[in-house]
């Protein structure tokens, strides 16, 4: 059984940083995309950004480019997301996920592992 727990949330204003952390425990997800994944209000989950199991590829998505950076530490068994220049409307729950294959390209149901969340606040 695989657990993830993100942590590094919070309130930020806007054009502030916040860097999030999903530690992995249970076994090991070294073989493992791992990313990040966000819900809003009212929203329907998106996809934010993942990495593959190497770290030597990483996907982003459009709204996110340029602002945040997804890292790995297999070794830690935890994946990072770095997020700066944040706007009001990056304000969400911010969900780690891991799965065998690409996150960006895999539908919400058949993502293999979920984290519980962590709010991100970003104020005007």
């Known amino acids: 059984q695989v657990q993830l727990v993100e942590s590094g949330g919070g309130l930020v204003q806007a054009g502030g940083s916040l860097r999030l952390s999903c530690a992995a425990s249970?076994?090991?997800?070294?073989?493992?995309?791992m990313g990040w994944f966000r819900q809003a209000p009212g929203k329907e989950r998106e996809f934010v950004a993942d990495i593959n199991w190497k770290g030597s590829s990483e996907y982003y998505a459009d709204s996110v480019k340029g602002r945040f950076t997804i890292s790995r530490d297999n070794t830690k068994n935890t994946v990072y997301l770095q997020m700066n220049s944040l706007k009001p409307e990056d304000t969400a729950v911010y969900y780690c996920?891991?799965?065998?294959?690409?996150?960006?390209?895999?539908?919400?149901?058949?993502?293999?592992?979920w984290g519980q969340g962590t709010q991100v606040t970003v104020s005007s």
């Open positions: 996920a891991a799965d065998r294959g690409p996150l960006h390209a895999q539908m919400l149901r058949r993502v293999n592992y």
């Open positions: 249970g076994r090991t997800l070294s073989s493992y995309a």
